[in-house]
């Protein structure tokens, strides 16, 4: 990646994040990054690239529960997959935080999710397909979990399948209206979950 471009994305996802789609214009960002407009038209036809570019970089992945593929040697899967999962989300939300600024931001996060479809049409295909991934690697760990002993043979796969993808967002968006984001939450709620399955 070009740092310029890197950084265009950045600030516009800051000045998207603070007043929506409807609220920034090219001349925002261009201010925002202290570049003409012909350099900021010479990495982006548009706004609304500006704006697929961010949403793919910042916020398809705050939905994200397990983006990466485990070991499958594992003697842990769910274990294993439940820290990987804290851990991407801790390093997610570290990030997030050194490029947001505004006190808020958490809640407004949430917001700009709601809109992103109406402004980048190929968001919802890009969400689907990622969640069909990441719920095939969640589906994988609890099989192996169920194979190898981990936890009981009589887990109701698809309800804990549901729960270990729902329940991040959903306590995000509660964390972003009432407290701010934070891990601990999420880290108490999974291993509770665990140890029921255990």
């Keep these: 990646m070009n740092d310029t471009r890197d950084f265009i ?12 789609y409807e609220g920034i214009s090219i001349r925002d960002i261009q201010e925002a990054v202290g570049l003409s407009k012909g350099a900021i ?13 961010a949403m793919d970089r910042y916020l398809l992945p705050a939905i994200q529960t397990l983006p990466e593929a485990l070991d499958p040697e594992s003697a842990t899967p769910l274990r294993d997959a439940m820290d990987a999962s804290l851990e991407w989300r801790d390093a997610y939300i570290a990030r997030l935080r050194l490029i947001t600024e505004q006190k808020g ?48 043979g ?12 729902a329940v991040p967002v959903g306590l995000g968006l ?10 601990a939450v999420l880290r108490d709620v999974y291993e509770r979950l665990y140890r029921t399955l255990v």
Excluded at 41 to 53: A, Q, T, V
Excluded at 174 to 183: D, E, P, Q, R
């Design 154 to 165: 009589n887990t109701d796969q698809e309800l804990t399948l549901t729960l270990l993808m």
């Design 174 to 183: 509660k964390a972003a209206v009432y407290t701010g984001l934070s891990i």
């Design 105 to 152: 931001d958490d809640f407004r996060f949430f917001r700009l999710l709601f809109q992103v479809g109406e402004y980048y049409r190929d968001f919802h295909d890009k969400l689907v397909a990622g969640l069909a991934t990441e719920r095939e690697r969640w589906r994988r760990a609890l099989t192996l979990a169920v194979d190898r002993g981990e936890i009981r």
């Design 41 to 53: 038209y010479h990495y982006f036809r548009s706004k609304e690239d500006i704006f697929g570019e």
């Design 9 to 20: 994305v950045e600030r516009a996802f800051c000045l998207f994040l603070q007043r929506g």
